[in-house]
């Protein structure tokens, strides 16, 4: 089991940024972050593994920078010129390894951009 905390969620005007953190209770394979929107499935933001590998939604490239502390299993967002689209629960994703395909998720914190 794998159990994770996130934080850094709140009210940001548009073109504002905001950092959001996830920290999970041992390692893991990859770490990410998923957001839901009303009314809209849950969908990625970005992903990284503990080798530094990334991926990432098209709406948010450039824009969101996914970046990790694997001594501390600690995942960090960057979000930067934030728009009100960007608006949305977002959820702390962490994966087993490669081989299980198990996923665990964060309880969300909200991001909500608005002027």
């Known amino acids: 089991q794998v159990q994770l905390v996130e934080s850094g969620g709140g009210l940001v005007q548009p073109g504002g940024s905001l950092r959001l953190s996830c920290v999970a209770s041992r390692s893991v394979f990859a770490m990410g972050w998923y957001r839901q929107a009303p009314g809209k499935q849950r969908e990625l933001v970005a992903v990284i593994t503990n080798s530094g590998g990334t991926n990432s939604a098209d709406s948010v490239k450039g824009r969101f920078t996914i970046s990790r502390d694997n001594a501390k299993n600690t995942v960090n967002l960057q979000m930067s010129s934030l728009k009100p689209e960007d608006t949305a629960v977002y959820f702390c994703?962490?994966?087993?390894?490669?081989?299980?395909?198990?996923?665990?998720w964060g309880q969300g914190t909200q991001v909500t951009v608005s002027s």
């Open positions: 994703n962490a994966r087993e390894n490669f081989f299980d395909s198990h996923y665990y």
